[in-house]
């Protein structure tokens, strides 16, 4: 069927190194690749247009793949080739750029929840909101077919937890639900981070644990029991 033979004739292109015409492919890509999940790992494990594949794919698709450790490698390695040419694309309004740079802030945030990208205050404001404006939120993955978070789940949200309560952005954590859950989690990971002398309390948190509720369920013990304990005198005040 005509599926089929445009899965076939993207795949062979892609491992030949061919021009894809990815912004193209991006417009008929607005449900999903027209690519198998295996053909998909595939090309961006053998591919040298890995790259011009994901820029052919919508943020929220891109965001929520789940690939092999492989193809998480080789799209890490062209990623960091090619990062700082897709960051300072120009950021004129209703430009293609804009959208492009959204599915570049895609692709950061499935390195970044695969434990292949540092976590950087320096990028990590823009990169968040560009990814909010298309509704991708920070939500990692439970423990498989339970609620219950996972190690890897856990140690991300620590890592973005320890940038994000340093920012002056005041909506960062407003925004992201399950970052600021886990800062009101009495769990010892706060607690460490907390205490860390490295660690600034940015106009981020202390927007988000004054908002009205947050504050309430502070002060009446139901949550944030550690942030309380070490803030007590500014959350009185």
């Not at 061919?18 to 991006?26: A, I, K, P, T």
């Amino acid at each position: 069927d005509v599926v089929t033979q445009m899965q076939e004739i993207v795949e062979h292109r892609a491992l030949a190194g061919s021009e894809l015409h990815w912004q193209d492919m991006y417009q008929r890509w607005q449900s999903g690749a027209e690519l198998t999940d295996d053909v998909l790992e595939h090309i961006l494990v053998n591919s040298p247009c890995r790259m011009s594949v994901l820029l052919s794919m919508k943020p929220s698709h891109i965001s929520n793949l789940s690939l092999s450790k492989d193809a998480i490698k080789a799209v890490s390695q062209d990623f960091e080739g090619c990062e700082d040419l897709l960051r300072f694309l120009p950021q004129a309004e209703c430009s293609e750029f804009q959208d492009l740079r959204t599915r570049t802030a895609a692709i950061w945030w499935l390195l970044l929840t695969a434990d292949k990208i540092k976590v950087d205050d320096k990028v990590f404001g823009e990169e968040q909101s560009l990814l909010l404006d298309h509704g991708i939120m920070i939500q990692p993955k439970g423990e498989q077919g339970t609620d219950v978070l996972s190690k890897q789940g856990a140690d991300l949200l620590s890592r973005l937890a320890r940038v994000m309560i340093s920012s002056d952005t005041e909506n960062t954590l407003t925004s992201q639900h399950a970052v600021r859950e886990y800062l009101l989690s009495d769990t010892e990971a706060i607690t460490e981070i907390l205490k860390d002398p490295t660690v600034i309390l940015g106009n981020s948190f202390m927007n988000a644990i004054t908002s009205t509720a947050t504050l309430k369920a502070i002060m009446e013990g139901k949550s944030g029991t550690i942030i309380y304990n070490r803030l007590r005198h500014v959350l009185h005040w």
